[in-house]
């Protein structure tokens, strides 16, 4: 009996299982049809992980490019630096070359000077100390006109007044000849470049 009822309740439940299947949609898919849904199904995730390859390629590539500029912007200043140095060497040689030049040129107009110095000399052997007074006198004229064809100019001031930029007052005098302020006797001379101030005179001024 209890394996007639058993036999019966599953009949029932296929019957009841078949019932619900009919109102169902079913459809059968093959094994290949449901291996392909499943590629399909991962091929976003291929495509994302291709997507940040090529973007990392980029990355790469543009690090690279980067990094050659660098390379080059560098090797551009040190070219930039090695051009001023040998430029700024240049100029120090011209300078050096120039000045030696200029000194060049003064002492070879200084050399008349001597000549006539060693004529006054060796006048005053002969002559006594007439002939060293005029060769003296003569070097000394000699000296004045070479300096003022340079520009070179003696700075006047006695009689005028005291002026600080181009005197220097050595003390305080009276003097009925001259009145206050006013330069009375030159102690020491002074000399002009142009506009340019070589010494002050040294003088005494009238109180």
Do not use: W
């Not at 296929?14 to 590629?39: H, N, V």
């Not at 997507?51 to 490019?65: S, V, Y």
């Not at 000194?103 to 110095?117: T, V, Y």
């Not at 003390?171 to 009375?184: I, K, L, P, R």
């Amino acid at each position: 009996m209890d394996l007639l009822e058993k036999k019966d309740d599953v009949l029932r439940n296929g019957e009841a299982a078949d019932e619900d299947l009919k109102g169902k949609d079913l459809k059968y898919t093959e094994p290949e049809e449901r291996e392909s849904s499943r590629e399909a199904g991962g091929q976003p995730e291929d495509m994302g992980e291709g997507g940040t390859g090529g973007e990392m390629e980029k990355l790469r590539q543009e690090l690279a490019r980067l990094k050659q500029e660098k390379q080059e912007l560098f090797e551009q200043v040190l070219r930039k630096q090695a051009d001023l140095e040998n430029y700024r060497k240049r100029v120090m040689r011209e300078r050096a070359q120039l000045g030696r030049e200029v000194l060049g040129d003064f002492i070879k107009k200084q050399l008349p000077l001597i000549d006539n110095l060693e004529r006054a000399l060796q006048s005053s052997e002969k002559e006594g100390e007439k002939g060293l007074k005029e060769g003296l006198e003569m070097v000394h004229k000699q000296f004045l006109s070479l300096l003022k064809e340079e520009g070179v100019e003696e700075i006047q001031c006695r009689g005028e007044v005291f002026d600080p930029h181009i005197h220097e007052a050595v003390m305080m005098v009276d003097s009925q000849e001259y009145g206050e302020n006013t330069v009375v006797d030159e102690l020491q001379k002074g000399y002009r470049l142009k506009d340019k101030i070589l010494r002050c005179s040294m003088v005494t001024v009238a109180k």
